[in-house]
């Protein structure tokens, strides 16, 4: 199980100091769940420090698909790498959303990410229009698929997915686990096409309003292995009640 926390463009020094220092606490003996949080860039050399002696780990929220030159603004994979991020995602709806993030800019972060040593977490996701479209799996299906084109299912050994509807995302909406289980079961499958052993690797996490109150019943369903929450995961009891249901 992985449990991810997106904490979006929130928090500053203090709050950011503060939540870190309860849940190196909270979630210190939570063994079986591997945790990682995913601060704004700017407070990633802060919490790079304050997770010295912690298992949590942490990445990044976006990165460049290029690896230096002229970019202004941007951070490349390898600058990740050289703070110490485990993690970045790629792809997250809200990325593909308001910077017109395409399947093929997010299949060139994914690639850069791993060249680099910083495992991606690639995010897809239906809108609510496709779903009421009955399009979510012909969706689904063309975001994975382009980035399968470009890295290859080699890539994807170990690799993290979050499927995150985008009628989800931050609006108290969230999936019923069976409606999440159908579509984890569907990119199961697509993998398991192209390569069971590394279908059977990928661990398919679940994002879109998870609360402490809902990740139990998502938890339990077969193909879904963590979580990826963004709301909760600023609050340190909500987060650590979260991480607690995925300790099985
Ligand atoms: C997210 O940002 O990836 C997310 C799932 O947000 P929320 O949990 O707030 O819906």
Redesign the pocket.
């Known amino acids: 199980m992985l449990v991810a926390g ?1 904490w ?1 463009m929130h928090g500053n020094r203090a709050g950011i100091a503060h939540l870190l220092e309860v849940l190196s606490t909270t979630c210190r003996d939570f063994d079986k769940v591997d945790i990682a949080v995913f601060p704004p860039s700017l407070f990633i050399q802060q919490t790079a420090e304050a997770l010295n002696q912690s298992t949590i780990q942490f990445g990044a929220q976006n990165l460049s698909p290029h690896s230096e030159g002229a970019y202004t603004g941007e951070i490349s994979a390898a600058m990740l790498k050289d703070f110490q991020c485990d993690w970045a ?1 790629v792809g ?3 990325r593909r959303q308001y910077y017109a993030e395409t399947d093929e800019i997010v299949a060139e972060k994914f690639a850069g990410a791993q060249k680099a040593g910083v495992q991606p977490i690639l ?1 897809i996701g239906e809108t609510q229009q496709q779903r009421e479209a009955h399009q979510t799996m012909e969706v689904i299906g063309h975001q994975l698929t382009t980035v399968l084109d470009v890295v290859g299912i080699d890539a994807f050994l170990n690799g993290v997915i ?1 499927y ?1 509807p985008v009628w ?4 108290g909406l969230t999936a019923s686990p069976e409606q999440a289980q159908e579509v984890h079961g569907f990119i199961r499958d697509q993998l398991t096409k192209k390569d069971a052993d590394v279908a059977q690797s990928v661990r398919l996490l679940y ?4 609360k402490a109150d809902n990740a139990s019943g998502l938890f339990a369903m077969a193909d879904i292995d963590g979580a ?6 600023l609050k340190a009891e909500q987060f650590t009640k979260i991480c607690q249901q995925a300790q099985r």
Request: glycine fraction near 22%; hydrophobic fraction near 35%.
């Open positions: 997106n979006k995602l997250h709806s809200e995010c979050a995150e989800a995302i931050g609006t994002g879109g309003s998870v990826l929450v963004g709301g909760a995961s």
